[in-house]
Nanobody, 124 residues
Framework: QVQLVESGGGSVQAGGSLRLSCKTS????????MAWFRHFPGKERERVAG???????VVVSSVKDRFTISQDNAKNTLYLQMNSLKPEDTAMYYC??????????????????WGQGTQVFISA
């Protein structure tokens, strides 16, 4: 079982920045995808960005010029740097992990391990 704990959410004005962190437990499988999802009220979870064990990243088009996903393997931590935030970025943000392969699926059902989520609220 992989444990994940998100932090770094909060309230910020439009145009500001936040850096989300996801601390993960250790696991031995060298193949994985780690991803950030966000959940808008009344909507399905949307994959924001993902990174695999090769360092390959994917970012949803709507945030690709503003959000950056990265990882620190020594600290077992996943990050999401969010700049130029907009009110429409307001959501619950979750980190998720799948292991055994390097495919970063956009479908959240392919990710068995999830953190508890961290709330992001962007005011106008």
């Amino acid at each position: 079982q992989v444990q994940l704990v998100e932090s770094g959410g909060g309230s910020v004005q439009a145009g500001g920045s936040l850096r989300l962190s996801c601390k993960t437990s250790e696991y031995t499988d060298s193949r994985y995808c780690m991803a950030w999802f966000r959940h808008f009220p009344g909507k399905e979870r949307e994959r924001v960005a993902g990174i695999d064990n090769y360092g390959t990243v994917v970012v949803v088009s709507s945030v690709k010029d503003r959000f950056t996903i990265s990882q620190d393997n020594a600290k077992n931590t996943l990050y999401l740097q969010m700049n130029s935030l907009k009110p429409e970025d307001t959501a619950m943000y979750y980190c998720a992990v799948r292991s055994g392969s390097s495919y970063c699926y956009r479908d959240p059902t392919y990710f068995p391990y999830w953190g508890q989520g961290t709330q992001v609220f962007i005011s106008a």
